[in-house]
């Protein structure tokens, strides 16, 4: 599984998750940071909300981002991980 964090230089909020993400173990995933200064889409898409998380998941053979709800700057990394298993598996695994 992949996940996608937008984010841009100084955002201390874009660090937080980032840090969060990296101390999870379950599930397991990828992350892939776009700054999004380095690219004019991405950076007028997102200017005024980042962090912005995705998932990608293949479906049907094909690639398909997902955004997620963003967590609260609060939240744990146990409560980030609950938050990530409820929509990254429908089904509760």
């Known amino acids: 599984m992949q996940l996608i964090l937008y984010s841009?230089?100084?955002c201390h909020l874009c660090e937080g998750l980032q840090e969060k993400l990296a101390?999870?173990?379950?599930?397991?995933?990828?992350?892939?940071?776009r700054d999004i200064t380095t690219r004019d889409d991405?950076?007028?898409?997102?200017?005024?909300?980042?962090p912005v998380l995705y998932s990608v998941q293949k479906i049907n053979e094909q690639i398909?981002?997902?955004q997620l709800p963003r967590p609260s700057p609060r939240a744990s990394v146990q409560q980030l991980q609950r938050i990530l298993q409820l929509h990254l598996f429908k089904d509760g695994r």
């Not at 101390?23 to 940071?33: A, C, G, V």
């Not at 991405?42 to 980042?50: G, L, N």
């Open 8 to 10: 841009k230089p100084g």
């Open 23 to 33: 101390q999870m173990s379950t599930p397991e995933f990828e992350l892939e940071i």
């Open 42 to 50: 991405w950076f007028q898409a997102y200017q005024y909300e980042v």
């Open 64 to 66: 398909v981002e997902q």
